[in-house]
Structure formats: structure tokens, C-alpha cells
């Protein structure tokens, strides 16, 4: 089964701590710190994303493009992160497909939910992204652990040099 994640950008930007720290002094920054959030998500989960954001923020058109592979929606004028996510909801959501939707609102939740999407708060993605946070350390460590494999044998010594000489140390 296809997992869609439908992220209520400011809703989350508005919920995280460090978000909403940010958004005090560079608002754009905020924006693209989510956006950078949710491609590790993405790219930790293979869940596909989505992130709405409201256009009262950004005037003119409605526009969607990627960026670190995951979809960036501006709604159109008049349009809110809330309508576009519930319309989502219900064309996404399939027999093969199912939209968990990223907000702390109640009442987006409640009627995301009427609609056959899950919920996610923006608390409970939080926590699952520290986890994966944790967890990318963990395996960066472990591979740092790891020695390359020589099919000569080397002392500790000679090994040094090489690395550094390796590294343009020598």
C-alpha cells in the first residue's frame, strides 16, 4: 500500500518549538527548515509528501513545485491550506492509497478523518522525527566505525599514514 503524507505547513511551522522560534526572526526560513525536515522524512520513511501552505502568505497565483523531492503546494488566492487538504484527502485516498494528514487543527483532523485519511498531530510528527533524527545518527556512527576492509594486512601505523596521505596530510 501507498502512503501519502499531506503536511499543514504553517499549522507545523506555528506547533514545532524550533519552527516557531525561527518564523519570529526570518519567516522564509522557516519555510524552507520544514521543507528540509520533511525530505529527510521522506527520504528516512519512503512515504511520499506533500506540504500546503496558505496563500494569505504569499499572494498571487496558486503554484506547486519540488524541492528535495517532495511536493510544495501554495494554494490559490482565497484558498486555504485546509480546503486544499481535505479536497486532497478524498482524491488521494484509494483502495491502494492512504493519506495521513500532518495538523494539530481538531477540526481539520476531525473532518480529514470523515473523509478516510488518518491523522498525525504535529506533536506526534514531531516525536517521529527526532526519532529518525536519532536513528540517522546511529547509522552514521556505526559507518564511521567501520573500517574499509584491506586485502593487505596493515599496522594501526602504517594505516595512519596512509589516511593521512590519503587526506593530503603528508
Not at 501552505?53 to 501554495?74: C, L
Amino acid at each position: 500500500m501507498n502512503t501519502i503524507l499531506l503536511v499543514d505547513g504553517y499549522n507545523i511551522i506555528g506547533a514545532w518549538p524550533e519552527l516557531r522560534e525561527l518564523k519570529e526572526r526570518d519567516f522564509a526560513a522557516s519555510r524552507d527548515r520544514l521543507i528540509e525536515q520533511m525530505a529527510e522524512y521522506q527520504a528516512f520513511t519512503g512515504i511520499r509528501v506533500i506540504v500546503v501552505f496558505d496563500a494569505q502568505f504569499v499572494q498571487g497565483i496558486e503554484r506547486k513545485y519540488k524541492n528535495h523531492k517532495i511536493e510544495i503546494i501554495f494554494t490559490k488566492e482565497n484558498e486555504t491550506a485546509d480546503e486544499r487538504i481535505e479536497k486532497m484527502a478524498i482524491s488521494l485516498n484509494n483502495v491502494k492509497t492512504q493519506v495521513h494528514v500532518a495538523t494539530s487543527d481538531l477540526t481539520e483532523q476531525w473532518v480529514v478523518f470523515g473523509r478516510g485519511a488518518l491523522r498525525i498531530s504535529a506533536r506526534e510528527l514531531l516525536i517521529e522525527m527526532e526519532q529518525i533524527h536519532r536513528d540517522i545518527e546511529k547509522d552514521v556512527r556505526v559507518t564511521v566505525k567501520k573500517k574499509p576492509v584491506s586485502k593487505i594486512p596493515l599496522t594501526d601505523e602504517v594505516a595512519e599514514t596512509f589516511e593521512k596521505w590519503r587526506r593530503g596530510k603528508l
